[in-house]
T-cell receptor, first 113, second 113 residues
Framework: NAGVTQTPKFQVLKTGQSMTLQCAQD?????MSWYRQDPGMGLRLIHY???????DQGEVPNGYNVSRSTTEDFPLRLLSAAPSQTSVYFC????????????FGEGSRLTVL | ELKVEQNPLFLSMQEGKNYTIYCNYS?????LYWYRQDPGKSLESLFV?????AVKQEGRLMASLDTKARLSTLHITAAVHDLSATYFC?????????????FGKGTKLSVKP
């Protein structure tokens, strides 16, 4: 069972570069979200989507874009990477917004130099 | 501002001992979740608590929710080394309408022989 798949697992960028973190789920989940995890900060919500074509901002959306053209995919785009975006990024999904129980991907560790 | 506070943030226990992790939150919610994270790994769902007075148990872990006190507890009974991990509580602040979870900073548990 694939579940939630994130790629890449590791990435190093230079300041100002752009990139996309990919997230795909094969569970037909309506709800998908992106979190970042920083030491001592827990997880903070970046963007979320309650269904294809619908996205919204979370706690820390600045510097990130998302889109949800299909139910399965929810990519996270870094427009112009900054060292403050060095973090571990987790994609998560759940059956519906009402479900709340999230299934997490393995994480993507991003370093911005 | 919504706050989800866990304490303690660090916990070193001896095998066989009991202890409780506390999760306080600052806004009304009747949905609370507990997750476990092993070092360098993703998050795994432990418990879903959906109403006042809810109690769930799995092995040596028991979680409860008091929505009036805005408090959840994760009780560890007769700790074993395999329970060493970081435990996060997360609150659904929109009552399931949006599925967004706000996470505490986590409690890093270390169980020593």
């Amino acid at each position: 069972n694939a579940g939630v798949t994130q790629t890449p697992k590791f990435q190093v960028l230079k300041t100002g570069q752009s990139m996309t973190l990919q997230c795909a789920q094969d569970m037909n989940h309506e709800y998908m979200s992106w979190y970042r995890q920083d030491p001592g900060m827990g997880l903070r919500l970046i963007h979320y989507s309650v269904g294809a074509g619908i996205t919204d901002q979370g706690e820390v959306p600045n510097g990130y874009n998302v889109s949800r053209s299909t139910t399965e995919d929810f990519p996270l785009r870094l427009l112009s990477a900054a060292p403050s975006q060095t973090s571990v990024y987790f994609c998560a999904s759940s059956y519906s917004a009402r479900s709340g129980q999230l299934f997490f991907g393995e994480g993507s560790r991003l370093t911005v130099l | 501002e919504l706050k989800v506070e866990q304490n303690p943030l660090f916990l070193s226990m001896q095998e066989g001992k009991n202890y409780t992790i506390y999760c306080n939150y600052s806004t009304t919610s009747d949905r609370l979740y507990w997750y476990r994270q092993d070092p360098g790994k993703s998050l795994e769902s432990l418990f879903v608590l959906l109403s006042n007075g809810a109690v769930k148990q799995e092995g040596r872990l028991m979680a409860s929710l008091d929505t009036k006190a805005r408090l959840s507890t994760l009780h560890i009974t007769a700790a074993v080394h395999d329970l060493s991990a970081t435990y996060f509580c997360a609150v659904d602040i929109y009552g399931g309408s949006q599925g967004n979870l706000i996470f505490g900073k986590g409690t890093k548990l270390s169980v020593k022989p």
